[in-house]
């Protein structure tokens, strides 16, 4: 596709239960990211993918928090356990070069725990 | 670690008035980045800044950096309400060691017809 795609882009789900969220970077980027937006805290960064491998993984909030990278393209982020203070806006970004800054964001999936 | 303070936090302007909305870095910033987000949407990439004194302009929206003040500033002159949205610095946490932003918290643009 033209730009970076996420599903679903809304989810609800209860307290406890686990979700997946799905990031379809721009095809040929390497470097992928996923970034947390909640009220009261902004735009927070969670993960850092260069190909397949993460070398950063220092905004992940907890260890319900994990995150793959399958074939250099899809990523997944799995929150485990979701808790009502998970609700947020998850937007994964990507682009060409981890040192070419120029971040293209997806729409984002709208988090809601009951 | 790195801060980004943005101000100011909402402005509501007219039509045909231009406006400033300013970054500011609590450490050294190595690059910076502009972009602009509507409700429900992803971020939009407006600018990139990466050399003191840098400034670039797009349409009718100008970015500069000011590497000694560690600040930037986003310039929309004769505001159209296309502009209304959220605008978000960025800042390079590591410098050239790619990987994560960090942002500000934004600033909320209203413009009146």
């Known amino acids: 596709g033209a730009g970076v795609s996420q599903s679903p882009s809304n989810k609800v789900t209860e307290k406890g239960k686990d979700v997946e969220l799905r990031c379809d970077p721009i095809?040929?980027?390497?470097?992928l990211y996923w970034y947390r937006q909640s009220l009261g805290q902004g735009l927070e960064f969670l993960i850092y993918?260069?190909?397949?491998?993460?070398?950063?993984k220092s905004g992940l909030p907890s260890d319900r928090f994990s995150a793959e990278r399958t074939g250099g393209s899809v990523s997944t982020l799995t929150i485990q356990r979701t808790q009502q203070e998970d609700s947020a806006v998850y937007l994964c970004?990507?682009?060409?070069?981890?040192?070419?800054?120029?971040?293209?964001f997806g729409p984002g999936t709208r988090l809601t725990v009951t | 670690s790195q801060e980004l303070e943005q101000s100011p936090q909402s402005l509501i302007v007219q039509e045909g008035k231009n406006l400033t909305i300013n970054c500011t870095s609590s450490?050294?910033?190595?690059?910076l980045y502009w972009y602009k987000q509507k409700y429900g949407e992803g971020l939009i990439f407006l600018m990139m800044?990466?050399?003191?004194?840098e400034e670039k302009s797009h349409e009718k929206i100008t970015a500069k950096l000011d590497e000694k003040k560690q600040q930037s500033s986003l310039h929309i002159t004769a505001s159209q309400p296309s502009h209304a949205g959220i605008y978000l610095c960025?800042?390079?946490?590591?410098?050239?060691?790619?990987?994560?932003?960090?942002f500000g918290q934004g600033t909320e643009l209203s413009v009146k017809p």
């Open positions: 993918f260069q190909g397949n491998s993460a070398p950063d």
């Open positions: 970004a990507s682009s060409l070069d981890p040192a070419i800054y120029e971040q293209y």
């Open positions: 960025g800042a390079e946490s590591l410098y050239n060691q790619g990987g994560k932003l960090i």
């Open positions: 800044l990466q050399k003191g004194g």
């Open positions: 095809s040929g980027h390497t470097a």
């Open positions: 450490k050294t910033l190595y690059g």
